[in-house]
């Protein structure tokens, strides 16, 4: 999203570190990707921010949503989300968990494994389960596939042993890995998608769900398809290969996609220091309070305010606990002249940042989180404030 | 510790995950290390593990205790303890935390660079300040150098600095790497801290304190050091090293060898699959729910109760969100037979676990924590509980 001068000018006057969400932007991915992808019916991944005005706009906009545990299906619940627009996608579910979402009205679950197939069928007899199919993921930043997922014969003889054990088997899903680059990978999957309904159908099984999963990427270092050439590809390809069946439904599970752009932290520079041949700048957010991704290396827009045309040169980005691996870059392009104090925005991230915090690691609390409007009001009180300070020193 | 029929029996009654807190070791652990270097004043590294019952302990002990933010400040200062046995040990402090520990009795702070030394010159004129020295940490499991500390020269250049500033040089620290297994890195290091002081004293800079840090290991997969022995190796060498200091005190930091061996992690399997030629073993406790330290292989002792002299075959072990980051082990030995609802311990989990996890991760809770006394009164009411159902029942 935009550095705005409300931002700005919150990161000068208010305690840092803060993520501020704007959710005017997921308002627009929901309804480009709602544009982009015909018949699509979207369930957005809680676990990438499960704030609830997120959750809570979504619902407004006739939006269904993706759990990953019982914690989410109780919060959808509470914020009256009808179940039937709720689908458990974790591959791995608690049996009794599984019991309480069929009992709260929930339909569709994910499977990767007999054992699943089991514990659903004893605790959900008759729910709609969706086979995952595992892809490589070199093409994103994030790969999803190992853990979950696995090959299309597998999908096959799962989604057969479901029907056995009097489940509905309803469909595959997939994910090419969280921030994919590669929009042809999608049709990849397509393709492999229908290979299964094709199998199963030949069976006398009729699919109906295709679930494409999330992995469309969010701007940040790197050139990224528009979630626009991706839908493209995603039409033709379920045009080309599963343009016969009657009554296909589509699914995706975007998260990143949805509020990733909606979101800025601002941190400031605690300390600068120079150790040997290398230069360090040590900020008041780190990989334990927010930047969890950063482990795996994964790369966000970096500006520092004021000094955005500066000369760079390569530098240390440390968080501010006593943990090493709170390191966020090893390498980093940083202007020169960063000196304490100075605020550090990393734009776009809105997904999985606060969702990781530890609430008290090292005895640092996570940043705050403000909407736009929340950020508004905190910004003018500040502003008073300080008037008021200012009208009693003269 | 010891896997207790308490713990077994509560693992198989409770909800898991857990983490058992046995007290008796964190104060069998502070005797030995008391009782293993000479004139040692012992600062907990609160970071390790944060429980007010941790810390109330080692306040009634005599112990003092080392903080890394302000917020762990309050957290010390809210148990009654006294402000000269704290110290502010993070070489990463915000201005207006540093006054805040300052205007609240706190004289130790930790330095390594000249832009900290002017902070808290600005902030607590006439602190005590101690720098840290920076060792290669090949030796130990988790490596606390390059983001900390920095060489014998920019450390004696710093404290000269901070002699200039109107601040007392007091003192050296390094830390040999947290579970660090190689007893003669101490005597290394005493050598280095003792170049320091030499070199000070030439310009009549009389330093006081040598810290220790922590470092000292927890038995693991590994053989360790005991703790003897690694007194042992330190009292030689100050005797060598800084025998002709007058009044030396000498702190040490441990976090991971006060706690690490006074907790276990009890959790159950979820699923178990078969994906390729791998397999998959995944539990209700993981990576971002208080394992966060396996991220960089850390290897705790895994123990699948009653299963524990059954044949093993290398497995892949994982947790369980939707976050393939969330793979505990690619590859560790696990019995053949692990089944779903088997109980899996992590033994000496005590230290860097609950204190990393998140409180809401997709929507899955971090492990409950309890003491053991807690734990006996929690399974006497579920099995009376129990009895209860049974008796209605007949």
Excluded at 13 to 38: A, G, Q
Excluded at 179 to 186: A, D, R, T
Aim: charged residues 25%.
């Amino acid at each position: 999203m935009e550095l705005t001068h409300l931002i700005r000018k919150a990161a000068r006057i208010l305690k840092t570190p803060f993520l501020v969400l704007d959710l005017s932007y997921v308002e627009e991915n929901y309804f480009r990707l709602k544009n982009s992808i015909e018949n699509n019916e979207i369930f957005y991944a809680v676990k990438a921010n499960s704030h609830e005005k997120i959750l809570e706009m979504l619902r407004d906009l006739g939006c269904s949503f993706d759990s990953a545990s019982r914690g989410e299906i109780n919060k959808l619940l509470g914020l009256g989300i009808d179940p039937k627009k709720i689908s458990f996608g974790n591959t791995i579910k608690k049996e009794e968990d599984i019991r309480y979402a069929w009992e709260n009205g929930i339909e569709y679950f994910a499977v990767d494994s007999e054992m699943e197939v089991e514990k659903i069928a004893r605790n959900a007899p008759g729910a709609k389960v969706y086979g995952r199919i595992a892809m490589s993921s070199n093409d994103a930043d994030w790969p999803l596939s190992g853990k979950f997922g696995t090959d299309v014969d597998h999908v096959i003889e799962i989604l057969k042993y479901a029907n056995r054990k009097g489940l509905v088997p309803y469909g595959v899903s997939f994910h090419v890995g969280s921030q994919s680059y590669n929009k042809h990978k999608w049709k990849e999957a397509i393709l492999s998608v229908s290979k299964v309904f094709e199998k199963l159908a030949e069976k006398g099984i009729y699919l109906k769900l295709v679930n494409l999963g999330g992995g469309i990427p969010v701007k940040h270092v790197k050139p990224i398809p528009e979630v626009e050439e991706i839908g493209h590809v995603v039409n033709e390809a379920i045009h080309e290969y599963l343009g016969w069946v009657d009554g296909l439904r589509i699914f995706s599970e975007p998260g990143r996609s949805m509020v990733g752009n909606a979101g800025v932290m601002a941190s400031k520079v605690v300390l600068r220091s120079r150790k040997g041949t290398q230069d360090w700048v040590y900020l008041d957010v780190g990989v334990f309070h927010g930047l969890m991704e950063t482990i795996e290396n994964f790369r966000y827009e970096v500006v520092v305010d004021g000094k955005e045309n500066h000369e760079t040169v390569s530098m240390t980005l440390a968080g501010p606990s006593c943990d090493s691996v709170d390191t966020i870059y090893d390498e980093v392009e940083l202007p020169v002249d960063i000196d304490y104090q100075d605020i550090v925005y990393f734009i776009n991230t809105g997904a999985y940042t606060i969702e990781y915090a530890s609430p008290h690691f090292n005895g640092i609390t996570p940043p705050e989180l403000y909407t736009v409007e929340e950020l508004e009001v905190l910004v003018e009180k500040a502003e008073e404030e300080l008037k008021e300070k200012e009208n009693k020193v003269n």
